[in-house]
C-alpha cells in the first residue's frame, strides 16, 4: 500500500509538472499577447492621430481650395472703364445738350482678363435718369442678378478676346433731361463697373 502510494505521489508529481510547464507555457503566450496588444494600442492611437491630421489637412486643404475658388471667381470679373455718355440726334449726329437728343451712346472699355471666360458676352446697360427712374425699353426687358429680376436699358452682344475692347451702346428714348446720370453694366450677372455723368 505504501508502494502504491508512492507511486501515485509521483504520478501526481509529475502531472503537476507536466501541469507547470503547460501553465509557463500559457503565461509566456499572455505576456506575448500583453505586449502585442500594448503594441497595437500605441499603433492605433498613433493611426488615430494620423487620420485626425490628414482629416485637418484635407478640411484645410478644402477651406484654402474653396478661397482660391472665390479669389479665381473674384478675379475672372470683365471691369469696364472709361464708362461715358455721348447724347445724339434722330441723324445719330453728336449733339451739346442732352434734352435734344433721340438717344444716348453709352461707350466703354471692357478691360482685358486671363481669368475672365472669352466668347460671346451679353453687355447690359442700365441708365438712370436724374430723377432716379431707370431708362428701360418698351418691353421693359429684364436680365436676372444677384437671383432678382433688373431692368435695363439696352443690351449688346460683344466677342470678348481676354484683351481691351471699345463698346458702345445705344439707349434709345426722349424727353431726356439735363442733370446727372447713373450708368450701371452688367456682364456675366456681375457689376462690371459704374459710372455718374453730368449732363447738360
Do not use: H, W
Amino acid at each position: 500500500e505504501r508502494r502504491l502510494n508512492y507511486a501515485k505521489i509521483r504520478a501526481y508529481e509529475k502531472e503537476v509538472g507536466t501541469l507547470r510547464t503547460v501553465m509557463q507555457g500559457y503565461i509566456r503566450q499572455i505576456d506575448s499577447l500583453n505586449n502585442i496588444n500594448k503594441k497595437l494600442t500605441k499603433e492605433n492611437i498613433t493611426y488615430r492621430k494620423e487620420i485626425s491630421s490628414a482629416k485637418l489637412r484635407a478640411e484645410m486643404a478644402e477651406e484654402r481650395a474653396e478661397e482660391l475658388n472665390n479669389k479665381v471667381r473674384v478675379g475672372s470679373v470683365i471691369r469696364a472703364r472709361a464708362i461715358g455718355i455721348t447724347p445724339l440726334n434722330a441723324k445719330s449726329k453728336e449733339v451739346t445738350r442732352v434734352k435734344g437728343a433721340a438717344r444716348l451712346r453709352i461707350e466703354c472699355y471692357l478691360a482685358g482678363n486671363e481669368l475672365a471666360e472669352p466668347g460671346a458676352k451679353a453687355v447690359y446697360v442700365c441708365v438712370k435718369s436724374p430723377e432716379g427712374y431707370v431708362l428701360s425699353r418698351p418691353d421693359a426687358a429684364t436680365f436676372e442678378f444677384e437671383g432678382e429680376q433688373k431692368v435695363y436699358s439696352a443690351m449688346r452682344e460683344v466677342d470678348y478676346d481676354l484683351s481691351d475692347l471699345p463698346v458702345g451702346i445705344y439707349v434709345n428714348g426722349n424727353g431726356f433731361t439735363p442733370g446727372t446720370y447713373k450708368v450701371e453694366l452688367y456682364i456675366d450677372g456681375r457689376l462690371a463697373g459704374s459710372s455718374e455723368v453730368a449732363m447738360r
